[in-house]
């Protein structure tokens, strides 16, 4: 109370959210898209145990923000006061920095403290735990610095001769291929990436993050690989003999499993080249062939001095990629045409033709966020938000607020489902008392869909806790806090509402009745198994193996 006590007439203006988890999901929101952290601060106990997911959110997803939560006095430490939690204990694993506050005097310098190192080097969260009587006490007019080893998160310069080495194994490929993370996007290294891929005349892949960072309307990019990636990409990952992987950390949902791709590397049928800007994600789950600690942007920079290649050796590759694309295009066209009710795969493309370019695009996690991963193009880089390492099912509605709060000029699509909608759906009381129109579509299946896909497929059929029934009603949720709705019925009726909402700047929610039968995201790469084992749509008959 006493810190925003210190708020009133300033220029400050605190945005109240409903929930401190949405209040954190909307700092993440924020900070993607300004590129600049966003300040959370909530009360003691329950409210900093309520930033928790939050916070792992931002951490596995490298986003940078602050959290400053009250604490008790310090006389009370350590004696079950009211609302008191070792809130230091909880979230060390998960942030970059923390620190308690035990003097006026540090107070100031531990919050520009925990602000800078939230966007040194590898970015994420951090957190300072402000108790009661500091809070109270009068500011004395120095400051106590604080002592942090800030060398830790900045990387050293490229190693040449690494550099050097990787742009000889480039150069010399047959079928190199770009693996894209999110820390290209943080780094601004998207024109590296594409200068690199055009002289090397190689397909870009991309982790779910990193499907922000790449225009999809670039014709070297494949698409996203992984669990629910693009079968293109996936058979582009598994037939390369040269992996440049940018930015990456190797996630288990990119790669499905780490044994071929091992035992690749090993004997040197894939020579596997990683840059990172944090040292200790080199040789975590994969050891490469070279290792190269550096900012992604630099590394790149330095790694096009040294390739001097302009080659069309890769055509056939590039052509085999993209007939698998097509196929894959034609099969879903046959199927979403032949399904009742709408079917997600054809309700993105209607979106995507109804949202301008620059359409700053949220999703909720569930069904619909794995089709937006294989259908949603991106256009501009940054404009793709969505919660990939943590995967937390509520993180649409807050974070699109957040976006439109880092841009209120640029229209901003929350694409949810019904089940993460209803996580945080109090949020969007925000949208008309601070002026925030954004444009909800609820993929709205009634069910839990991506846990009742694995219920269907390997437990057989046994479903058990994943459906919901009819209720609430969407319509009279969006009635509730003043905001238009509609349900369509026809694929014309959705992109007119949507395009009309998103040209002229006002909010709507859109109820999309999917039948659940239906809705099965594929390619999937059931979990455990190698990319080339993807499950295909029904009448796709392709293999993922070159030959």
Not at 329 to 340: D, F, G, W
Not at 362 to 377: C, K, L, P, R
Request: aromatic share 8%; with cysteine; charged share 25%.
């Amino acid at each position: 109370m006493t810190l925003y006590d210190a708020l009133y007439d300033q220029e400050i203006e605190p945005i109240l959210f409903r929930h401190e988890q949405g209040a954190m999901h909307a700092a993440e929101g924020y900070a993607r898209v300004s590129g600049k952290p966003a300040v959370v601060a909530v009360t003691s106990g329950p409210g900093a145990t309520n930033v928790v997911t939050g916070l792992t959110n931002a951490y596995m997803d490298s986003t940078p923000l602050v959290v400053i939560t009250g604490q008790v006095a310090t006389n009370i430490f350590g004696r079950d006061g009211f609302q008191e939690t070792d809130i230091l204990g909880v979230v060390t694993p998960i942030t970059k920095f923390v620190y308690q506050v035990r003097k006026p005097s540090e107070a100031s310098s531990a919050f520009k403290t925990a602000y800078e190192i939230s966007i040194l080097g590898r970015p994420g969260p951090t957190l300072i735990d402000l108790p009661r009587d500091i809070q109270i006490a009068p500011a004395p007019d120095y400051e106590d610095k604080i002592v942090v080893n800030r060398e830790k998160f900045i990387p050293p310069p490229p190693d040449v001769d690494k550099t050097r080495l990787a742009a000889k194994y480039l150069s010399e490929a047959e079928r190199p291929v770009i693996l894209v993370g999110g820390g290209v996007l943080w780094s601004g290294a998207t024109p590296e990436v594409l200068e690199l891929a055009k002289t090397l005349y190689a397909p870009i892949v991309s982790t779910l993050p990193g499907k922000a960072a790449i225009p999809h309307d670039f014709p070297l990019y494949m698409g996203p690989a992984g669990m629910h990636g693009r079968a293109e990409a996936d058979a582009a990952l598994a037939n390369a003999d040269v992996i440049l992987a940018v930015g990456t950390r190797f996630s288990d949902r990119t790669w499905g499993r780490f044994k071929e791709l091992i035992e690749y590397v090993k004997s040197g049928r894939i020579k596997l080249i990683h840059i990172d800007i944090d040292k200790s994600e080199i040789g975590k789950n994969v050891k490469p062939t070279i290792g190269i600690v550096g900012d992604a942007k630099e590394t790149l920079r330095l790694l096009l001095d040294y390739i001097h290649v302009s080659s069309f050796r890769n055509q056939k590759f590039i052509d085999w990629l993209l007939e698998i694309r097509k196929k894959y295009e034609e099969t879903m066209a046959k199927i979403s045409a032949s399904t009742p009710a709408f079917h997600p795969w054809k309700a993105l493309k209607i979106l995507r033709a109804a949202a301008p370019r620059d359409t700053i695009t949220v999703t909720g996690v569930g069904s619909h966020q794995m089709w937006a991963e294989i259908v949603w193009d991106v256009y501009e880089p940054g404009t793709f938000i969505t919660s990939a390492g943590l995967g937390t099912m509520g993180f649409c509605v807050p974070a699109a607020l957040g976006a439109k709060l880092a841009a209120r000029e640029r229209p901003v699509l929350c694409i949810d489902g019904d089940g993460s909608f209803q996580m945080t759906m109090n949020n969007l009381a925000l949208v008309r008392d601070y002026n925030l129109p954004i444009v909800v579509v609820i993929f709205d299946n009634r069910a839990l869909q991506l846990v009742k896909q694995w219920q269907i497929y390997l437990y057989q059929r046994r479903i058990i806790a994943t459906e919901f029934s009819k209720r609430p009603d969407f319509l009279k949720i969006a009635e509730a806090y003043d905001i238009d709705a509609i349900r369509p019925e026809s694929y014309e009726q959705l992109e007119k509402a949507v395009a009309k909402a998103l040209r002229n700047n006002e909010p709507l929610i859109v109820d999309l009745t999917i039948d659940s039968e239906y809705d099965i995201v594929l390619p999937w790469v059931k979990p455990g198994d190698w990319l080339t084992s993807a499950i295909l749509p029904p009448g796709m008959d392709v293999k993922l193996t070159y030959e």
